[in-house]
């Protein structure tokens, strides 16, 4: 496909169009980044006097050249999804070296939304997930990242995701946080499925069902209001436990918040060890 060809081409050269620049960018002069991740770091800024986001990725110099072409190729699928749940994306940087400007999501991610929203609805902002999900896998995108701190809240108080740039898409590329064995975002790992940390499996590949362990994790996590295995101090014993089939318990104090036993039953098959189990996201 076209899409594939130019995503194939952009990864090769670690070039994009010149129609993905903008021009009249600005970035503010906050001394430090609204948020930071693994391997970025968000700044806001303004473009034409709007709000926006500027996701500057954050690589050593080693790094660089390998990384900017996956940089390159998630840029290009990013700008060809368009649904409501889905961060808008605007277009990249020439002025700054790796870097994705989106639109400024007023409230921030889902986690400190929920901080000072406490009563907001959540199975609402769950299913926007999930309508956003369903609308990536129908186009061949895997998000590779789902968690609370990559869902966004725009102005209308409904649920975006973002920061995928770091995923596989099914047109073919590895994870970073995987390929570098994940030590740059280690609190992936906790949202992350048995199968791709499972020393027997010589092939770690990203798939809808490993987004769909994801989402179940991302919706424990909007309901409880921890992240999950929070009780637990190493990233890595939690990933023996994950294998060991352990999972979260259910947080008795959320039912007033909406999770029933019919919404538990659900996220509770979205963790099934055996991948083919857990049901799809249009069944959500």
Known sequence: SALRELRSLCGETGLL??????????????????????????????HNGVPVALKVLRLHAGDRAKYKQVFCKEAVVWRRLSHRNIVPFLGVSPRHHLCIV???????????????????????????VARGLEYMHAVG???????????????????????????????????????SGASSNWGTLRYMAPELSDPRMEIKVLTTKTDVYGFGMTAWEMYDGRMPFYHVRGDYTVVLKVQEGVRPSRPLH?????????????????????????PSVSTL
């Open 102 to 128: 989106s639109e400024w999501m007023e409230h921030g991610d889902v986690m400190s939304y929920l901080e000072r929203f406490p009563q907001a609805n959540r199975l609402q902002l769950i299913t926007d």
């Open 17 to 46: 169009p010149t129609s993905y620049e903008l021009s009249g960018l600005v970035k503010s002069d906050d001394e430090e980044p609204c948020s930071s991740g693994g391997f970025s770091d968000v700044w806001r800024g303004e």
């Open 141 to 179: 995108v895997i998000h590779g990242d789902m968690k609370g701190r990559n869902v966004l809240v725009d102005s209308s108080h409904r649920a975006r995701l973002s920061d995928f740039g770091l995923a596989m898409t099914a047109l073919g590329t590895h994870s970073l946080a995987l390929s």
């Open 254 to 278: 959320a039912r007033e918040l909406g999770l029933d036993d019919y919404l538990w039953a659900l996220i509770e098959a979205c963790w099934h060890a055996e991948p083919s189990l857990r």
